[in-house]
């Protein structure tokens, strides 16, 4: 008997299935939505709030969640996101 395990591509779209089931091409948009699913942000959270909190080149990103809970990097991540974190 053999096992075979999925390729990285194979993986890398059940990631981003599961962070966005609706397969959003706006990505902010499927961040927000994984975020309410998860229970990190309230309903009223938007993805003016998301961009916003993300900040600009120029601005650090203040997020009002906590980036290291790991339904937030689920979401994240899955979604193409990466955030440094200043220890």
Not at 15 to 26: G, I, K, S
Not at 62 to 67: A, I, K, M, Q, S
Request: glycine fraction near 4%; include cysteine.
């Amino acid at each position: 008997m053999s096992v075979t395990t999925p390729n990285a591509a194979t993986q890398e779209i059940f990631r981003m299935q599961q962070a966005n089931p609706d397969l959003l091409a706006d990505f902010p948009q499927a961040a927000v939505n994984c975020l309410k699913k998860a229970g990190v942000v309230d309903d009223q959270f938007t993805k003016e709030d998301f961009e916003n909190a993300s900040g600009s080149g120029a601005q650090p990103a203040e997020y009002p969640f906590d980036v290291m809970d790991p339904k937030v990097q689920t979401c994240l991540y899955s979604l193409g996101y990466s955030v440094k974190v200043d220890e």
